[in-house]
């Protein structure tokens, strides 16, 4: 069991930037994968970037892909998403996940409450 708290959220610029991080506690978070997800309104959650154990491996969703830098540092049991030249289509509330499986074939098994990033034009 691990539990998953986001931080960082809030509201900025077009073009700004944010970071997000997720503190995970319980079993060590290096035991899993990590992610970020996203939910805008009236749209399904979908997948952000994904990390793997160790940090070595990471995935992205090609609409952030060169904006966004996913990575963790296992000794604070923390995952951060660093979000630059934000656009208003990123406009969502945001959530943390760990995954039992890799972060290639992910599966997602835990779930933090969301932090809303909100950008404007």
């Known amino acids: 069991q691990v539990q998953l708290v986001e931080s960082g959220g809030g509201l900025v610029q077009a073009g700004g930037s944010l970071r997000l991080a997720c503190a995970t506690s319980g079993r060590t978070s290096s035991s899993y994968a990590m992610g970020w997800f996203r939910q805008a309104p009236g749209k399904e959650r979908e997948f952000v970037a994904t990390i793997s154990r160790s940090g070595g491996g990471t995935r992205y969703a090609d609409s952030v892909k060169g904006r966004f830098t996913i990575s963790r540092d296992n000794a604070k049991n923390t995952v951060l998403l660093q979000m630059n030249s934000l656009k208003p289509e990123d406009t969502a509330v945001y959530y943390c996940?760990?995954?039992?499986?890799?972060?290639?074939?992910?599966?997602?098994?835990?779930w933090g409450q969301g932090t809303q990033v909100t950008v404007s034009s």
């Open positions: 996940a760990a995954s039992k499986n890799s972060y290639f074939t992910w599966s997602s098994d835990y």
